[in-house]
């Protein structure tokens, strides 16, 4: 789980930071462990308990899109029948595993 740094300014990650300086995206601001919600935290400690893994990527959805945008090579096929109503959280996932399939293969 973060938290932010003694010297630090600001309450974004360094990814955020870097995201947003070099305009990829506008990224959303995590906040602080202690400020997070219950699900972020969940995520929070599962990332945590994988970090050690050799392969473990995090990707930022926004920054994808952008990157993909007008790329007509860069396709995959999608099953909507399980996917629900509601955030894109899903679809997000299902971009994120096609991203890191797309950065692992060059």
Same mark, same amino acid.
């Given at each position: 789980?973060?938290?932010?740094?003694?010297?630090?300014?600001? /309450?974004?990650?360094?990814?955020?930071?870097?995201?947003?300086?070099?305009?990829?995206?506008?990224? &959303?601001? *995590?906040?602080?462990?202690?400020?997070?919600? @219950?699900?972020?935290?969940?995520?929070?400690?599962?990332?945590?308990?994988?970090?050690?893994? !050799?392969?473990?990527? @995090?990707?930022?959805?926004? !920054?994808?899109?952008? &990157?993909?945008?007008?790329? /007509?090579?860069? *396709?995959?096929?999608?099953?909507?029948?399980?996917? &629900?109503?509601?955030?894109?959280?899903?679809?997000?996932?299902?971009?994120?595993?096609? !991203?890191?399939? @797309?950065? /692992?293969?060059?």
């Amino acid at each position: 789980m973060w938290s932010l740094a003694p010297n630090a300014k600001g /309450l974004g990650r360094h990814c955020e930071v870097v995201i947003s300086a070099q305009r990829l995206a506008n990224p &959303q601001w *995590t906040p602080l462990c202690d400020a997070a919600p @219950e699900w972020m935290r969940l995520g929070f400690a599962l990332f945590d308990a994988l970090r050690e893994l !050799v392969h473990v990527f @995090e990707v930022f959805p926004s !920054v994808a899109y952008g &990157q993909l945008e007008g790329d /007509l090579t860069a *396709t995959m096929q999608l099953n909507y029948a399980h996917f &629900q109503r509601g955030p894109k959280d899903m679809l997000d996932a299902a971009l994120g595993a096609f !991203v890191v399939r @797309e950065f /692992l293969a060059g």
